[in-house]
C-alpha cells in the first residue's frame, strides 16, 4: 500500500485544523467513526463525487506511516481499498505544502 494519501478539507476545516493542531473529523468522518483519505490514484474521483461543485478546497497530503495502526485500507467505492483513519489526524502527519482549488 502506499505511504502517503490525500485528505480533503473544506476552507473552515483547514482553518481549524491549522488552530487546533488536530483534526477529528468531517461531518462525514464523524458519522462513518473514522476519517475518509484517498490514495493519490482515487483523488480525483472523490473530488468529483463528494466535493464537486464546491470552491476553496485544501488538498492535504498525509504521512501514513506515522500513523501506524491507526490506518486501515478497507473495501469502497468500486471495490477499491481506500485508507481509513481511527483516530484524530496530528498536523505532524501532513507533509508538503498543501494544494488550494479555486
Known amino acids: 500500500m502506499p505511504e502517503t494519501a490525500f485528505k480533503i478539507f473544506t476552507a473552515d476545516q483547514w482553518a481549524q485544523f491549522q488552530a487546533d493542531g488536530v483534526f477529528h473529523g468531517a461531518p462525514v468522518d464523524l458519522a462513518d467513526g473514522y476519517i475518509h483519505l484517498s490514495a493519490a490514484d482515487q483523488l480525483q474521483g472523490t473530488l468529483d463525487k463528494h466535493f ?13 506511516s506515522v500513523l501506524g ?5 478497507e473495501e469502497s467505492r468500486g471495490g477499491a481499498l481506500f485508507p481509513h483513519i481511527y483516530g484524530a489526524l496530528p498536523a505532524s502527519a501532513i507533509i508538503g505544502a498543501p494544494a488550494f482549488t479555486s
Open 52 to 64: 464537486a461543485g464546491q470552491t476553496g478546497l485544501v488538498i492535504a497530503e498525509v504521512d501514513l
Open 69 to 73: 495502526d491507526l490506518v486501515k485500507w
